[in-house]
């Protein structure tokens, strides 16, 4: 498409705006027709796959496998569950009728009222109800369990205020559903994938997450417990990135899902599930970034290295051409991957400030002195830092390069969350500290009302109680209350 | 879950209640409470995932990339392109409402009157409409073409008489939607991804395809040209395996795409999309199974290889046990996948019949006789036969056997076809022959009409005019009027 200057809001001046510019200009998304509903372009996709592939990869190391369930649920469903059914039959689409007609003015098309559904069917929200429903066949006996079912699907809540990524009506997403024979099983199992979670905020996106429990009113709807990962964007507010719940019996007793246990005895069977979404697409800009575009973690850019070449005429040009194709051979045969731009119709200068908006990890650049000398300028995103190196054993180099940014990025953002963390012992303290963005970690009664009254003076909550950390007990900063430990309390997107 | 004996219908006493009784019974997809909506079963979901691996390398390879694009379609887009909407704006998944409420008597849930959307939303049947509508933002020149994007994506059709894979009111499929500057380079487009479906069809799923053009009356509602593959099932009757449509300027002209050429002039985009989807699970059933069960090609089995222990006790079995993880390493680090049943609750014999049923291309039993002489009992399921080989190079052995099956399937079907296609020159002859099955090789004279009176009186269908074979003119075995060449006829699915 025609390229313009690409200016990016500064993210001092407006961290909001930085947000939505980049997404659109560096090509991830992009709202679409539909309210609410985005498209995400290839360059923003090519992030997600990566995404999905490890993810995917970590779901089956840990014993699970793939299937699909239908997109409607009849609305009947939704009720079963008492609590789900608050939580996700309020903002929703909703089928009513499955065929249009010619209008009778001739112009377009209207929905035929001869056909109507008997029973709405709801767009899936989330598909316990649907996935339960199915169980139900599944499972006789304690044989048939565990079932550990993956699903990569999209699903739609109807947001009323929508922003790209963090917020749609329609979003991607993988959600687990696991059935299991005890209790026990089932708590081990929302554990273990709340630890996948985080190793691949971490490991992956480079982004350090909080592991925490969270408080009654922040639980899935239909969770005995929900377990999530929190993190730090750069403007200081906070961003739950994955969720994990034990569901306990909820769900088989809503769809009466039994067993026959070893023993003889009938039971029902325990559950939990567990889903991030396309959401870490937020995180991940909100984490690295600057104000010159995209930093993107090396292990999930869709190219690595970009190569550009500079040169005077079309000699120098094939030449350069040759020196690049060995450079390029090298660092594929190492396993990184490299897009080499010579097209001629756009200038070195504008290349240059193209990949480092696309965030881009590595930028190498040959011109006629480093033809002569057998060199090559090597740029990194993260610092923006340049120097000019050898040819040779450049994979090697670039290979170092590209572990050295992605622990530097995760260093940054983990210094960065370090930096703004702080313990806050009243909650007048609580009240100026919040306004400076961060967790505050504070102790707090364990009670309902102290929550909703920090949200609706400070609009605060509490992202999570850390299964980590220091664990000594005080008193609660607003009612003086005893309080069991500190929890994670900030301003959320 | 529960395990009965699992009986098929065989294939000859009723080959529908067959297809129907082996999905289910080997675990590939079952019907869901949702009228019409299949959920796809883990082991048939590997299948799935084995192909969109393939697929999906295939089209990165020739330039393609991924995007997402909307579930919903607002209703007047369906209405833009006047042949688009005859085809698929009639049985649609229509959203009308985005919330519910609590029923006023207390019991679940209804739909708000009040959330009522101004513009109805349909649930995508194909994305032409909304594709073209944001390509209009992403094209200005023609340094903006081409544009290459696929997405993997669920659609909804409203069929009214479903079957498992083969038509469901949902389903899974990929499509294509490319643009381009010149007639030429998308019609080169269409033709190059028919031809990357033909030799993902015949070489990972081992189904010949016959690769041609649709007549009028059967091409896609909006294209100007529709190719097809078609591949022929063991009851005799076709089924559309995949197609890629030759847009022309229609789309672009619908929702105003114009660019601006290299000598300045303005002209329409050209465009094409193309599209495989789940219902290549039923050709790949109705292809090579048989009264046993499943039949897969190595290339597309969720394991390759199941081994299975026969022992009378435990010191035995662990011996097996030590064998075995000798030869499943070796397996596997030749690039075979592997799965070792030493469940002890289930029978050898009831193994066999369940692998069988799951259609491994590669068994392998090892008892105590096979313990002493350094053997494996090696039964290939395509040809039923059995054989004791060493264990010595088991790895090379497998690896080519399962070359082998490949091979011996594609052919095995591709005898088939052969026997089963037939040149026919009179109606009379057409409508025996007709009732027997199979490809129906015959002149036509080019005219709806005369495709239409075929169609109401034999339910046989044009499949294809064949881009390859005998281009010899005659005569219409109908109307005796000139007939550019021989058409292929068939009962379709």
């Not at 006996?141 to 929508?162: F, G, H, K």
């Not at 997403?173 to 190793?199: D, I, N």
């Not at 000398?373 to 590209?402: F, H, P």
């Not at 990025?409 to 210094?415: G, L, Y």
Request: aromatic content about 10%.
């Amino acid at each position: 498409m025609a390229k313009e200057i690409k200016e990016l809001t500064p993210r001092a001046e407006n961290f909001s705006r930085w947000y939505q510019d980049l997404v659109v200009k560096a090509d991830l998304a992009e709202n679409s027709a539909v309210r609410g509903c985005m498209v995400i372009k290839p360059y923003g996709y090519a992030i997600w796959e990566k995404m999905q592939q490890e993810l995917d990869r970590m779901f089956k190391e840990t014993g699970h496998v793939n299937a699909y369930f239908p997109l409607f649920i009849p609305k009947s469903f939704l009720s079963k569950e008492a609590d789900h059914v608050e939580g996700f039959a309020k903002e929703c689409a909703v089928v009513t009728h499955y065929r249009l007609k010619n209008s009778p003015d001739g112009k377009g098309v209207i929905v035929d009222p001869d056909a109507k559904l008997e029973e709405e069917l709801i767009v899936r929200p989330t598909s316990e109800t649907i996935i339960w429903n199915t169980y139900k066949n599944w499972i006789q006996s304690y044989r048939d369990l565990p079932i550990l079912c993956n699903q990569w699907a999209n699903v739609v809540r109807w947001e009323m205020r929508t922003r790209l990524f963090l917020r749609t009506a329609e979003f991607l997403w993988q959600e687990g559903h696991t059935a299991h024979a005890t209790r026990e099983e089932a708590e081990a199992e929302a554990h273990q994938m709340l630890e996948v979670y985080a190793a691949f905020a971490e490991n992956f996106m480079a982004v350090p997450v909080l592991k925490g429990v969270k408080s009654a009113s922040e639980r899935f709807a239909g969770a005995v417990e929900t377990f999530a990962i929190e993190a730090l964007m750069q403007d200081g507010k906070a961003l739950q990135a994955g969720t994990s719940h034990f569901l306990g019996q909820n769900f088989a007793k809503a769809f009466d899902v039994m067993f026959t246990a070893k023993n003889g005895t009938q039971d029902y069977v325990w559950a939990t599930s567990w889903g991030v979404s396309t959401r870490l697409m937020g995180a991940l800009v909100m984490t690295h970034s600057d104000d010159n575009g995209l930093v993107l973690p090396p292990k999930l850019a869709p190219y690595q290295v970009v190569i550009v070449p500079i040169y005077k005429n079309e000699e120098q040009l094939s030449r350069i051409n040759e020196k690049v194709a060995g450079i390029t051979a090298k660092l594929r045969s190492s396993g990184i991957s490299v897009k080499y731009d010579h097209s001629d119709n756009k200038k070195p200068g504008w290349k240059f400030a193209e990949y480092e908006l696309k965030g881009v990890p590595v930028r190498l650049a040959m011109g006629g002195r480093d033809l002569e000398n057998n060199t090559v300028e090597v740029a990194r995103r993260d610092t923006l830092t340049k120097e000019t190196v050898s040819c040779d054993n450049i994979e090697q180099y670039v290979g170092q390069l590209l572990d050295d940014i992605q622990k530097n990025i995760f260093k940054k953002a983990f210094d960065y969350r370090a930096a703004n963390t702080v313990k806050v012992d009243s909650y007048d303290e609580f009240k100026v500290q919040i306004e400076k963005g961060g967790f505050i970690l504070a102790h707090w009664d364990g009670t309902p009302e102290t929550e909703e009254l920090v949200k609706e003076e400070t609009k605060a909550t509490i992202r999570c109680i850390p299964l980590e950390g220091d664990q000594t007990p005080g008193k609660c900063m607003v009612t003086g209350k005893p309080s069991a430990r500190r929890v994670v309390f900030a301003r959320a997107y």
